[in-house]
Nanobody, 115 residues
Framework: QVQFVESGGGLVQPGGSLRLSCAASGFTFSSVRMSWYRQAPGKERELVARITSGSGTTNYADSVKGRFTISRDNAKNTVYLRMNRLKPEDTAVYYC????????WGQGTQVTVSS
């Protein structure tokens, strides 16, 4: 059974940092592209960052480029999202999934950026 368990969210002041983690299971993690998505209140879910399975090539949404870094540890079946210089508009529930996204979604982890 495919499963994603996200963690690491919280309340942070503007300009702060967080590191999100996502433990994946139920498929061959090392062979699959992975992504982070987010959904803000009243908005559709959007793609934030993705990483390939082999070379680890990364891509980012323009809104987070230069501030967020996606990485993966295939030995731990885990994908990470390092978020620096956070802004209030980064407030959302963050999810990981494959890329393209599967039909399985975890609970997500809430990130709130507020003073």
């Amino acid at each position: 059974q495919v499963q994603f368990v996200e963690s690491g969210g919280g309340l942070v002041q503007p300009g702060g940092s967080l590191r999100l983690s996502c433990a994946a299971s139920g498929f061959t993690f090392s062979s699959v592209r992975m992504s982070w998505y987010r959904q803000a209140p009243g908005k559709e879910r959007e793609l934030v960052a993705r990483i390939t399975s082999g070379s680890g090539t990364t891509n980012y949404a323009d809104s987070v480029k230069g501030r967020f870094t996606i990485s993966r540890d295939n030995a731990k079946n885990t994908v990470y999202l390092r978020m620096n210089r956070l802004k209030p508009e980064d407030t959302a529930v963050y999810y990981c999934n494959t890329h393209p996204a599967s039909d399985y979604w975890g609970q997500g982890t809430q990130v709130t950026v507020s003073s």
